[in-house]
């Protein structure tokens, strides 16, 4: 089993920045891909970003890409989600997630924390 705790979340206005965190515990030897989804009121869940257990390769939604960057520390057990130039649009609560394979689609990922709200203002 794996446990994941996400912080960071808040309420910022649009252009602004925040650092989402995801504490990593229990099986934590067990090298997994760990993901970045968000799911805003009414909608899906939808991929966000993905890191390899090595941190030596990421992807990203096309959403998102040149404003957000997911890192990881396996020492710390932890994985970052850092997040620029936010829009309103980005408003929703963000899960970390550690899959199986390094993949954007959501039933690749057995182990969900319980999510953390950004919200961004006009």
């Known amino acids: 089993q794996v446990q994941l705790v996400e912080s960071g979340g808040g309420l910022v206005q649009a252009g602004g920045s925040l650092r989402l965190s995801c504490a990593v515990s229990?099986?934590?030897?067990?090298?997994?891909?760990m993901g970045w989804f968000r799911q805003a009121s009414g909608k899906e869940r939808e991929f966000v970003a993905v890191i390899n257990w090595s941190g030596g390769n990421t992807d990203y939604a096309d959403s998102v890409k040149g404003r957000f960057t997911i890192s990881r520390d396996n020492v710390q057990n932890a994985v970052w989600l850092q997040m620029h130039s936010l829009t309103p649009e980005d408003t929703a609560v963000y899960y970390c997630?550690?899959?199986?394979?390094?993949?954007?689609?959501?039933?690749?990922?057995?182990?969900w924390g319980q999510g953390t709200q950004v919200t961004v203002s006009s």
């Open positions: 229990g099986r934590t030897r067990s090298i997994y891909p």
């Open positions: 997630a550690a899959g199986r394979t390094f993949a954007k689609e959501r039933g690749n990922y057995d182990y």
